[in-house]
Nanobody
Framework: QQLLVESGGGLVQPGGSLRLSCVTS?????LGWFRQAPGKGREGISCISANGRNTMYSDSVKGRFTISRDLSKQTLYLQMTDLKPEDTAIYYC?????????????????WGQGTEVTVSA
């Protein structure tokens, strides 16, 4: 059974920062971060290739969020800075049976349960 467990969500003020973590047994696969805001579909926001050399970001988070991975801890991270109310969502990590980075959710077969992020004053 493949495992992905997110943590690090919470309430933060606009302009603040949070770091999300995802402990995963699939750390050597291509991994992605997705989010689903209330009433909206799931959005791919960042991914990292299996060899860690390639990353991608959606336009909505580029320049504010950074994806990284620590293989020794089998953990994927998403450092989020300059948070905005529109970043409020449930954040999911996901893994795909491939080496390439991808931001489409239909490319991922394994998902965590999500962690909630609320950006509000």
């Amino acid at each position: 059974q493949q495992l992905l467990v997110e943590s690090g969500g919470g309430l933060v003020q606009p302009g603040g920062s949070l770091r999300l973590s995802c402990v995963t047994s699939m750390a050597y696969y291509a991994l992605g971060w997705f989010r689903q805001a209330p009433g909206k579909g799931r959005e791919g926001i960042s991914c990292i290739s299996a060899n860690g050399r390639n990353t991608m970001y959606s336009d909505s988070v580029k320049g504010r969020f950074t994806i990284s991975r620590d293989l020794s801890k089998q953990t994927l991270y998403l450092q989020m800075t300059d948070l905005k109310p529109e970043d409020t969502a449930i954040y999911y990590c996901a893994a795909r049976d491939d080496v390439a980075c991808h931001l489409s959710e239909d490319q991922y077969s394994y998902w965590g349960q999500g962690t909630e992020v609320t950006v509000s004053a």
